[in-house]
């Protein structure tokens, strides 16, 4: 079946470090892909996505390219601030069905320290 | 516009009880998902509705329903509640759409439930 595969966390760095968070997945035909993230004591909020081979998604400094080739979702910030420290969640829905499904990685818990 | 709301945020119950949640979407958006959020098994599907209709349903027992209301309100129910249901309970709504691409997901805050 479909699934999602994020690094292990917890990621520690100072702040205005840059920031790799791998993503990869496995899914049957095109899926969309997303990043979400989670601030302590809420939900979840769209960081960016991206719905197409080659597509990049952006937001807040955040980047992610869709890699088919490599099956790939990386999220990454050239530079990270304190107010980054969050759960970041990558996650797909499969393309074409009529669903809103979203299959979730396990979640990389970000810590940016002044 | 208001995001989407849950309630209650907190709620405590013992173990065979049931509970419900509420959710209200976004205006407009007639689409409402759940999601389970624990520690242990991190975020998991439990069920979309459309238009007052179950579109989707995820790997859970059948103590958890749900159902949508015509105004697009969802509730959840779990009965006969056992210690591992402890969690973050989670809704999000969209506009009607397929596969989220065109409409992405709202998500509440959730409603944190304890089971003891």
């Known amino acids: 079946g479909d699934s999602v595969t994020q690094m292990e966390g917890p990621v520690t760095l100072s702040e205005e470090a840059f920031l790799t968070i791998n993503c990869t997945y496995t899914a049957t035909g095109y899926p969309s892909l997303f990043w979400y993230v989670q601030y302590p004591g809420e939900g979840l909020q769209l960081l960016l996505k991206?719905?197409?081979?080659?597509d990049k998604g952006s937001n807040k400094g955040f980047e992610a390219t869709y890699r088919k080739e490599t099956t790939s979702f990386h999220l990454e910030k050239g530079s990270v601030q304190v107010s980054d420290s969050a759960v970041y969640f990558c996650?797909?829905?499969?393309?074409?069905?009529?669903?809103?499904?979203?299959?979730f990685g396990t979640g990389t818990l970000l810590a940016v320290q002044p | 516009k208001a995001g989407v709301t849950q309630t209650p945020r907190y709620l405590i119950k013992t173990r065979g009880q049931q509970v419900t949640l509420s959710c209200s979407p976004i205006?407009?958006?007639?689409?409402v998902s759940w999601y389970q959020q624990t520690p242990g098994q991190g975020l998991q599907f439990l069920f979309e509705?459309?238009?007052?209709?179950?579109?989707n349903k995820g790997n859970f027992p059948g103590r958890f329903s749900g159902r949508q209301f015509s105004n697009s309100r969802s509730e959840m129910n779990v009965s006969t509640l056992e210690l591992g249901d402890s969690a973050l309970y989670l809704c999000?709504?969209?506009?009607?759409?397929?596969?989220?691409?065109?409409?992405?997901?709202?998500f509440g805050n959730g409603t944190r439930l304890t089971v003891t």
């Open positions: 991206a719905t197409k081979a080659d």
């Open positions: 996650a797909l829905i499969r393309y074409g069905g009529a669903t809103n499904k979203l299959i």
């Open positions: 509705y459309f238009s007052e209709t179950q579109r």
């Open positions: 999000a709504s969209s506009l009607p759409g397929s596969g989220g691409s065109d409409s992405p997901l709202h």
């Open positions: 205006s407009g958006h007639r689409s």
